[in-house]
């Protein structure tokens, strides 16, 4: 599979301090974090300020989203809206915030990623279909030009409503490290799937190092 496997029974917490350890290593002054949405990623950054928010300097990092809903900002359903109530508003603030606004349209997100260069951490996740940010299978961001690292994207089964905005494949592999977080014996299916070489979108993840930290009920057989 892309990337090195990792079996815990503690997913938050693993994940968590794979993020201090990135930010004790990061090469740069600053650290650049690109966040997820879904319930494993809310028990994941709830662990990292829990646990960890005092061993990083959050006003040297900058958070950047990986996917977003095209909704409000304050709807349920928003990774901003995530991000902010589970991480940010615990940390108290970071050095800068930047979510995805649909309204704007993907472009100027596309000039934003292009000038950061690398992100140091891009978290993501794994959804039952195989998809991670918003690329569905089937999509048409699977198979965007590699110079477009935002696009606009929808899933054409419509099993995942709601236009969304998502890093492309470009877009994630500027990340130095990026730490796929899977949970939940719902999502073995999906797992196995990838582990026995199957052609899914979270399969495609390329970067310099890629870690999948998974539990023990969604870890392939």
């Keep these: 599979m892309n990337g090195e496997l990792v079996v815990v029974d503690d997913v ?15 090469p740069d ?3 650049s974090l690109v966040l997820s949405g879904g319930e494993t990623a809310r028990r994941c950054y709830q662990r990292l300020a829990a646990s960890a928010g005092d061993r990083i300097d959050w006003w040297l990092v900058d958070v950047y989203w990986g996917d977003e809903r095209c909704v409000a900002p304050d709807d349920p359903q928003s990774n901003q809206r995530l991000v902010r109530e589970a991480l940010l508003e615990q940390v108290g603030a970071a050095n800068s915030v930047h979510p995805m606004r649909c309204e704007e349209g993907a472009d100027p997100y596309q000039l934003r990623v292009g000038e950061v260069g690398r992100f140091d951490v891009v978290h993501l996740g794994l959804g039952r279909d195989g998809h991670t940010a918003s690329l569905f299978p089937g999509s048409p961001a699977l198979d965007a030009d590699p110079g477009r690292l935002v696009v606009m994207n929808e899933d054409p ?25 899977v949970s939940g014996e719902d999502k073995q299916p999906a797992m196995q799937r990838i582990a026995d070489g199957e052609d899914l979108p979270a399969a495609r993840v390329q970067a310099d190092r890629v870690v999948w930290l998974v539990d023990p009920a969604a870890a392939p057989r």
Excluded: C, D, K, W
């Excluded at 917490?13 to 290593?25: K, S």
């Excluded at 905005?165 to 977080?181: E, P």
């Design 12 to 26: 938050p917490g693993a994940f968590a301090e794979r993020v201090v350890q990135a930010f004790r290593e990061r």
């Design 157 to 181: 089964t419509g099993n995942n409503p709601l236009l969304r905005m998502t890093l492309t494949y470009s877009g994630i592999a500027r990340g130095r490290l990026v730490l796929f977080t």
């Design 29 to 31: 002054e600053e650290f």
